[in-house]
Each structure stands twice: as structure tokens, then as C-alpha cells.
């Protein structure tokens, strides 16, 4: 496998791309590997390019999956829930659970700073990795790869929200919990 310019993809990278393909995914190499290079290794090597245009791409297709699986799987819920479940499913700490989960950090092109600071466990980086593989996946294979893949890494979590109720937002279920209880509107005072 070949990588962007005249890099070559590592045997770890080559590692992931099989587990990918384990996952009933194949991508393009040049464009997996763009997947996981993030703007501090692009910046330190020329101004290649980063992952950061896939990872757009990426949260728009996760978007739609999720919404559109949540709408059609629990026509019970109203709008707002569907609204909180789906804010959990595609939120920065889910989506670093599906990275960790998936060792994505390991493989991170990083630049020397993000490196010496633990760029490659920042949930923040390893959750746009997440988004920066879908939007990859996106572009090579279509939406309806990029769908099966989607609910590969999110069905399991969608349930499990799903499972949670007014728990998917704690305001709501304080409110939801005064109201049962006749306890009147909760006030909240801001001390510091």
C-alpha cells in the first residue's frame, strides 16, 4: 500500500486497513491514510493535506445515519428525544469510545507537539479520526458502504442510549422527576 506523496503506509497502518476490510469496508489507501493525518503532521510536512475536509464530510454522513436510524427505529419518541439520543450517538465522547475501541490512535500521523502531548489518546482527535475514516469511506464507496459501516460501529450505542430514557439528559430528567414528585419547577442559582 502506497500512501499520500511518497510516504508509505506503516505495517500498523496496513494492520488497521485489514481490520477495516474485517468490518466489510475497503478504501482506497491514499485515502485511508489521509483519514488519520492530522493538521499538526500536515503542517510539519509542507502543508500536505489533513484529514480535516474528510472529517467534514464524515460528521455530515454519521449525521444523517444516525438521525435517520433513530426516526425510523423508535416512532414512539417525540422530537426532543430523538434530538438528546442522537446528540449522544454522534457526541465527541462516543465517537472516542468507537476509537479507542478500534486502537484509531495508534495510527495517527502527528505532528511533534501533538505527539509530546498525547495527541494520540485527545478524545477530541481520536473522535475526528472516527469521522475523518466514515467521510474516507464515504468518498471511495458510496452512502450505502459508508451506512453499513455506520451501523457497524454505532447500532450497539444507539441501543444502549435508546435504553436510557430521560437519562440522556439530566436537566430533563431532574424536570421530569419534580413533575412526577408535584415538586414544582427545579430553580437553578449560579453561586460562582
Avoid at 478504501?27 to 480535516?52: C, M, P
Avoid at 475523518?132 to 450505542?157: K, N
Amino acid at each position: 500500500l502506497s500512501g499520500t506523496g511518497s510516504r508509505e503506509v506503516s505495517a500498523g497502518m496496513s494492520r488497521l486497513h485489514t481490520q477495516l476490510k474485517e468490518l466489510g469496508v475497503e478504501v482506497d489507501a491514499q485515502l485511508f491514510e489521509l483519514s488519520f493525518t492530522h493538521r499538526s503532521y500536515a503542517y510539519e510536512n509542507g502543508g500536505i493535506e489533513s484529514n480535516e475536509r474528510l472529517e467534514f464530510l464524515g460528521d455530515a454522513v454519521l449525521q444523517i445515519v444516525v438521525t435517520e436510524h433513530i426516526f425510523r427505529s423508535y416512532p414512539e419518541l417525540p422530537e426532543g428525544h430523538l434530538a438528546r439520543l442522537r446528540a449522544r450517538v454522534v457526541s465527541s465522547v462516543a465517537l472516542a469510545d468507537v476509537a479507542r475501541t478500534l486502537e484509531l490512535g495508534d495510527h495517527l500521523l502527528l505532528g511533534k507537539g501533538e505527539e509530546a502531548t498525547g495527541g494520540r489518546d485527545k478524545s477530541s482527535i481520536v473522535a475526528d479520526t472516527v469521522e475523518a475514516v466514515i467521510g474516507a469511506v464515504y468518498l471511495d464507496r458510496g452512502l450505502a458502504v459508508a451506512t453499513e459501516l455506520v451501523h457497524r460501529l454505532f447500532d450497539p450505542l444507539i441501543a444502549e442510549s435508546a435504553g436510557l430514557g430521560a437519562g440522556l439528559d439530566w436537566k430533563t430528567s431532574l424536570q421530569e422527576l419534580c413533575a412526577a414528585l408535584s415538586a414544582g419547577v427545579p430553580e437553578y442559582v449560579v453561586e460562582e
